[in-house]
């Protein structure tokens, strides 16, 4: 008998043998303190962008907002005026149209040329008639730190792509070295060790978020570095042109015939992808080189029951048919290619969606943070503690909702080129005025005293300033979302103060 | 109200998520007797997961209902652990609870740049290697395997980052991911350069 339970333990052992998990949780150690910051701010972040629709509206409630799909005839309308808006300010190169549908509720309109480097940003009406400029710079700037860190566009998405590929490994790291992962696999228990509390958490929120943690790590690492990968493809199979090698991925580019042409019938297209798909609605279209010969048209068209925004039908300017990019029921490739950007972002299946991508968004972003307080506990535990990195690694994680009310505050007060500077020199500025407190919870105390006050800032300056003028209701929803989280910073910045005035 | 005057869609999508929950409760159940008895609650624990997917499935599609019944999935097990936990007051542990600690290698600064430029450069380099040969040579249309490629590269590049930082003898690392690295663009490369 016991012969026999000593070999069923040694089997058990054998499972994940003990010194390769304690080498894998070395690795994984390693690797989630040098990227920590990266990954938490970039989580974090990408949390927001889930929303960067939503905060686009809080941002600029008056503009129109659209029920149901755009019409063809709407759809047509929006091309025009965006190409006579787009000549007028000599930028009528490219221009991109999307309409409303699951992600979002505007008629979007840009155009912009790559000589003149003139953009424009537009929101239309449900006739298609471009009717405010869009201008959502905190949106804009939440957006920008998640995909390139403000940085130059090349190195910030490289940075950022790095970034997606160390979470992957630190997913894999840290599930290779998670040995009681079906013992404790509902455990949380929460008080007592501060060491065993963190670790609950941080394996709890890991492993039951798993699927969610993979796709949005992955699919970021390579919206990061597709750069990168096409431009050696490029150089293995397509001469060294990357744009040859993208259109491989992305369908047809339009042709060096600048000589002028018609603008194209945007409706006849939509028409005669609903003769062949009866429920296929106007999702987007993207028009390089308007107005010329060599045009190429990509016109997005959604039918239900996919995780892609739209298929791509392609067409030439003359509306003659280019095939389509196979983003809904193409090969496998061709609707990995359709899903990368709305798994990554949750932009599939309404606001429901959004929000169980918040949630778990958020639940990373706290994986991230546990990770780097349970090294940090560990070292207190076995008597060589950190006091100053525990400081800083508290410091910056409280300052970030801090920052980016500071950068809303900025951009109120001053202008848009203020929201980095802001963001910046509150982030550093926590983490340095952090050493002077006396331990590290009050640190977090009155970082997190600080960012409820902020934020509630932040939503009484948009309520003034849009006073009697909010026609959507996405802001109110924004600013009571944002009322609440400052309510609960308050809070648990407040708690124990109050307690011992109340004791 | 009968139940035919609901939308069927609302009544599937209600009983796929509670079929959902109802199978990660009774994965808890199981996992409360620590394996004493309970295969019962195991399997249906699992079935009625699985039943929550084929109902999605039928309601959203494959794609998006496989896509909501994960998201269902991992919310379900968060409510739940949230909703039982223990709230504990001493800092003592069960012996069995001790967390496994992380391995204790002499490193300095030569080592743990070393470390990184393996981590980060050569299992990149590689990984890239890897998926661009794919992109290239595998027997699949250029868009599937341009896009497979490029899915290979985080992927490879996770699992290198992940092995080279937990294996403690570099020179091996080095010899593996170089070797790698050289039969990736070897792939990539040669076959247009020799043509």
Redesign the interface.
């Known amino acids: 008998m016991q012969e026999t339970a000593a070999r069923e333990s040694r089997r058990k052992r054998q499972f994940l043998p003990p010194q390769f998990v304690r080498a894998m949780l070395a690795g994984h150690s390693a690797l989630g303190i040098a990227f920590a910051a990266l990954i938490y701010i970039v989580c974090l972040t990408g949390t927001l962008t889930v929303f960067m629709h939503e905060l686009k509206r809080w941002e600029q409630p008056d503009a129109p907002r659209i029920d149901g799909s755009l019409t063809s005839e709407a759809a047509s309308k929006a091309v025009e005026s965006a190409y006579r808006k787009a000549l007028a300010l000599n930028a009528a190169h490219d221009v991109f149209i999307m309409g409303p549908g699951d992600t979002q509720e505007r008629l979007l309109v840009n155009f912009h040329d790559h000589d003149s480097g003139v953009e424009g940003h537009w929101l239309g009406d449900a006739a298609g008639n471009l009717v405010v400029e869009e201008h959502a710079p905190w949106a804009e700037f939440i957006t920008n730190l998640h995909i390139r860190l403000h940085l130059p566009k090349t190195w910030g998405l490289f940075l950022v792509g790095l970034t997606g590929v160390a979470l992957l490994s630190s997913l894999i790291s840290g599930l290779l070295s998670h040995p009681r992962l079906f013992k404790d696999a509902f455990a949380l228990r929460w008080g007592g060790s501060r060491l065993l509390q963190e670790a609950d958490l941080h394996n709890r929120l890991g492993v039951w978020g798993l699927p969610f943690h993979v796709v949005v790590s992955t699919t970021g690492a390579l919206l990061g570095l597709s750069t990168l990968i096409v431009g050696v493809l490029a150089l293995a199979a397509y001469d060294g042109d990357s744009e040859k090698a993208f259109a491989t991925i992305l369908g047809p580019l339009p042709t060096a015939d600048e000589t002028a042409a018609p603008i194209p019938d945007i409706a006849a297209m939509i028409r005669s992808v609903r003769a062949e798909h009866s429920d296929a609605e106007f999702a987007s279209v993207f028009i390089q080189h308007i107005g010329k010969a060599g045009q190429v048209v990509n016109l997005g068209m959604k039918t239900p029951g996919h995780l892609a925004m739209s298929n791509a039908y392609y067409f030439d300017g003359t509306g003659k048919p280019l095939g389509d990019g196979g983003l809904e029921t193409g090969s496998i490739g061709q609707q990995i290619l359709g899903a990368l950007q709305p798994l990554h972002f949750g932009w599939f299946g309404g606001l429901l969606v959004k929000i169980v991508y918040g949630v778990l968004g958020l639940a990373l972003t706290i994986v991230t943070h546990s990770g780097v307080t349970i090294w940090l506990a560990r070292r207190r535990e076995r008597g060589r503690p950190a006091p100053h990195w525990e400081k800083v690694w508290t410091a910056l994680a409280w300052s970030q909702p801090l920052a980016f009310a500071a950068a809303a505050l900025a951009i109120f007060a001053a202008s848009e080129a203020a929201a980095v500077p802001a963001y910046l020199a509150t982030t550093i500025g926590c983490m340095l005025a952090s050493q002077a407190a006396p331990d590290t919870r009050t640190a977090g105390r009155v970082i997190r005293l600080l960012a409820g006050v902020a934020v509630l800032a932040v939503v009484a300056m948009h309520g003034h300033a849009w006073a009697g003028r909010i026609t959507d209701p996405a802001a109110l929803w924004v600013s009571g979302t944002m009322t609440l989280v400052a309510v609960v910073l308050l809070a648990s910045a407040l708690r124990p103060w109050l307690s011992r005035t109340a004791a | 109200m009968s139940l035919d005057a609901l939308d069927s869609d609302v009544v599937l999508t209600t009983v796929g998520s509670l079929l959902m929950v109802a199978g990660v409760v009774m ?2 159940k199981r ?2 007797l620590r394996g004493q008895g309970g295969l019962a609650l195991l399997i249906a624990g699992w079935v009625g997961i699985l039943a929550a997917f084929i109902a999605q499935s039928r309601i ?2 494959a ?2 209902g496989t ?2 019944a ?2 269902a ?3 379900a ?2 409510a ?3 909703a ?10 069960a012996p069995r ?1 001790a ?7 002499p490193t300095n600064w030569k080592r743990g740049t070393g ?2 430029m393996l ?2 450069v050569l299992a ?1 380099i590689a990984a ?1 290697g890897v ?2 040969a794919f ?2 040579q595998a027997p ?12 290979l ?3 490879l ?3 290198g ?2 092995w ?5 003898r570099l020179v091996r690392a080095t010899i593996i991911l170089l070797a790698v690295s050289a039969l990736g663009y070897g792939i ?2 040669l076959p ?1 350069a020799l043509s």
Do not use: N
């Open positions: 994965l808890r996992w409360l959203w599609g794609e998006l896509t909501y994960l998201g999935l991992s919310l097990a968060y739940i652990i949230s039982t936990f223990e709230r504990r007051k001493s800092r003592e542990r609870e967390a496994v600690d992380p391995e204790e290698r470390k990184a981590a980060i990149g890239i998926g661009v992109a290239v699949l249309p250029p868009q599937d395997r341009a896009v497979l490629g490029g899915l590269v985080p992927i590049w996770g699992g980052m992940a080279t930082l937990c294996d403690p990539a490369f247009k």
